[in-house]
């Protein structure tokens, strides 16, 4: 079964320093792994994903993750935070199927950046 | 619509009512997913619909839920009998199928609290 593990719960950095969410997966496949960020009383909204090749991936608001295979692990990172980016992240993982499979989330880290 | 919209986006009910909760996808998205945020639980997969395929309940948490899904683009969710631990948000989310396509758009939630 697929599994996703984000060890904080909080993220604290200040405004215009660099910020990594970490995220670790298992699962008993090929992996899709996405990031999601979800602001006060809203959705989720899709950050960027991870299907192959490169594996530094580039998403929105300046926003990247590395894949690592040998280390299963996702991390999110920015090179200079913002105070708009305090938000609640979600990493996510589904299997690479000729069809979609339902995503599983980890918990969230709860990103606060200070000015 | 330009993205998922869910109705209603509260619902405040009393122990032992039904609830119904309705989700419109993204126009051409023929995966709709279900999933419920709860505090401190992390978002968790319901419910999946993919075209006409038979849908994936293997995340409904007990025979009270159900859903389903008509002509392939609106869903609902009914939640019989409420109990106090089915208050949470509960989130739809519409995707297209294929390889790489599999990003999944989230709609603003249904907050439920059941009293």
């Known amino acids: 079964a697929q599994s996703v593990a984000q060890p904080e719960d909080q993220v604290n950095v200040a405004e215009g320093n660099p910020l990594t969410v970490k995220c670790t997966y298992s699962?008993?496949?090929?992996?899709?792994l996405f990031w999601y960020v979800q602001y006060p009383n809203r959705g989720l909204q899709f950050l960027l994903k991870?299907?192959?090749?490169?594996?530094l991936v580039k998403g929105s608001y300046g926003f990247e993750a590395e894949f690592n295979k040998s280390q299963t692990s996702f991390h999110l990172k920015k090179p200079s935070a913002l105070v708009s980016d305090s938000a609640l992240y979600f990493c996510?993982?589904?299997?690479?199927?000729?069809?979609?499979?339902?995503?599983?989330f980890g918990k969230g880290t709860r990103l606060s950046v200070i000015a | 619509g330009a993205g998922v919209s869910q109705s209603p986006s509260n619902k405040v009910t009393e122990k032992g009512k039904d609830v119904e909760l309705r989700c419109d996808p993204i126009?051409?998205?023929?995966?709709l997913y279900w999933y419920r945020q709860s505090l401190g639980q992390g978002l968790e997969f319901l419910i999946y619909?993919?075209?006409?395929?038979?849908?994936?309940k293997s995340g409904l948490p007990s025979d009270r839920f159900s859903a389903e899904r008509t002509g392939g683009s609106v869903s609902t969710l009914t939640i019989q009998r409420t109990q106090q631990e089915d208050s949470a948000v509960y989130l739809c989310?519409?995707?297209?199928?294929?390889?790489?396509?599999?990003?999944?758009?989230f709609g603003p939630g249904t907050r439920l609290t059941v009293l």
């Open positions: 989310a519409s995707s297209l199928v294929g390889q790489g396509r599999n990003e999944q758009f």
């Open positions: 699962v008993s496949g090929n992996p899709y």
């Open positions: 991870y299907i192959t090749g490169d594996n």
């Open positions: 996510a993982v589904s299997l690479q199927f000729s069809g979609n499979t339902p995503l599983v």
């Open positions: 126009s051409g998205h023929t995966a």
């Open positions: 619909f993919q075209g006409n395929s038979a849908p994936d």
